[in-house]
Nanobody, 125 residues
Framework: QVQLVESGGGLVQAGGSLRLSCVAS????????AGWFRQVPGKERDEFVA?????????VYGDSVKGRFTISRDNAKNTVTLQMNSLKPEDTAVYYC?????????????????WGQGTQVTVSS
């Protein structure tokens, strides 16, 4: 059983940056691909943001964040990071870290087995 804990959310002005971190425990992290999803009020927790494979050498991004966000991981520290630049008000959401034991790069929320508790990101205009 893998536990995921996110941190780094907060309030930032449009055009600013935030760095989200997700620390994993309770499992062999190198067996898991990891992803970030986000949820806005009234919608499901299924908007894909980014994913990274278990080796950290392959990534994929949602269209709305491509070119602005960067996902990375440090397997020695069991950590996945989402660097968010050029933030827009429409990026406001609760951001969730997720992990699943696969060698692929899943982009569907239903594929992910483990989830963190979420961290709020608010971007003011």
């Amino acid at each position: 059983q893998v536990q995921l804990v996110e941190s780094g959310g907060g309030l930032v002005q449009a055009g600013g940056s935030l760095r989200l971190s997700c620390v994993a425990s309770g499992g062999t992290f190198t067996l898991y691909s990891a992803g970030w999803f986000r949820q806005v009020p009234g919608k499901e927790r299924d908007e894909f943001v980014a994913a990274i494979n278990r080796g950290g050498d392959s990534t994929v991004y949602g269209d709305s964040v491509k070119g602005r966000f960067t996902i990375s991981r440090d397997n020695a520290k069991n950590t996945v990071t989402l660097q968010m630049n050029s933030l827009k008000p429409e990026d406001t959401a609760v951001y969730y870290c997720a992990a699943t034991p696969t060698a692929t790069l899943p982009v569907s929320a239903s594929t992910y087995e483990y989830w963190g508790q979420g961290t709020q990101v608010t971007v003011s205009s």
